[in-house]
T-cell receptor, first 116, second 113 residues
Framework: AQKITQTQPGMFVQEKEAVTLDCTYD???????LFWYKQPSSGEMIFLIY??????QNATEGRYSLNFQKARKSANLVISASQLGDSAMYFC?????????????FGQGTELSVKP | EAEVAQSPRYKITEKSQAVAFWCDPI?????LYWYRQILGQGPELLVQ????????DSQLPKDRFSAERLKGVDSTLKIQPAELGDSAMYLC???????????FGPGTRLTVT
């Protein structure tokens, strides 16, 4: 069965420092995609970064980078130079191709708090 | 920039009442998803449409929930009768196709009293 695990319910980071949010996944399908979303208290899900299972290089988007370790089935999100506005819930998600129809399977989320 | 629209943003209803949520996807997006997010958890798919057809409704409680996308554009999710356990955020997302990036709307936060 496909599953996403986020083991950090909450994380604290000092402003301007880097932080890593952990994500491990489980699937037997060779073709999949991994996503990170940010959810502020207002509720909307904001797409941050995507990594395909066949991508050779780790994805980067501005201050966000994805540390993809395929053999360990991990897809950790690294946020560099944290800002106060980064305080939010962060969700890791997986999409399996084939018969799954493209639905996203989400983890439980990590609440990030950035301290001034 | 085009966005997914949802209404209402907030809804309070009493148990056993009927409630409906509306979603208007980004123009031209063929795939539409309804997710339910219980407080403290990640979203879970309720139903997925490809144009006007249901692709996946395996997690939709069909005894009380219904969803339609009659013309393959906007969509309505209905709950009748609502139960206390239905209190959650209901998120709509759309995608150009089922392998494309999903764009989420602002959600409808439902409270059942």
């Amino acid at each position: 069965a496909q599953k996403i695990t986020q083991t950090q319910p909450g994380m604290f980071v000092q402003e301007k420092e880097a932080v890593t949010l952990d994500c491990t996944y489980d699937t037997s399908d060779p073709s999949y995609g991994l996503f990170w979303y940010k959810q502020p208290s207002s509720g909307e899900m904001i797409f941050l970064i995507y990594q395909g299972s066949y991508d050779q290089q780790n994805a980067t988007e501005g201050r966000y980078s994805l540390n993809f370790q395929k053999a360990r089935k991990s897809a950790n999100l690294v946020i560099s130079a944290s800002q106060l506005g980064d305080s939010a819930m962060y969700f890791c998600a997986m999409r399996v191709m084939g018969n799954q129809g493209g639905k996203l399977i989400f983890g439980q989320g990590t609440e990030l708090s950035v301290k001034p | 920039e085009a966005e997914v629209a949802q209404s209402p943003r907030y809804k309070i209803t009493e148990k056993s009442q009927a409630v409906a949520f509306w979603c208007d996807p980004i123009s031209g997006h063929a795939t539409l998803y309804w997710y339910r997010q219980i407080l403290g958890q990640g979203p879970e798919l309720l139903v997925q449409f490809q144009d006007e057809s249901v692709v996946d409704d395996s997690q939709l409680p069909k005894d009380r929930f219904s969803a339609e996308r009659l013309k393959g554009v906007d969509s309505t999710l209905k709950i009748q009768p609502a139960e206390l356990g239905d209190s959650a955020m209901y998120l709509c997302a759309s995608s150009p196709h089922f392998e494309g990036e999903q764009y989420f709307g602002p959600g409808t936060r439902l409270t059942v009293t």
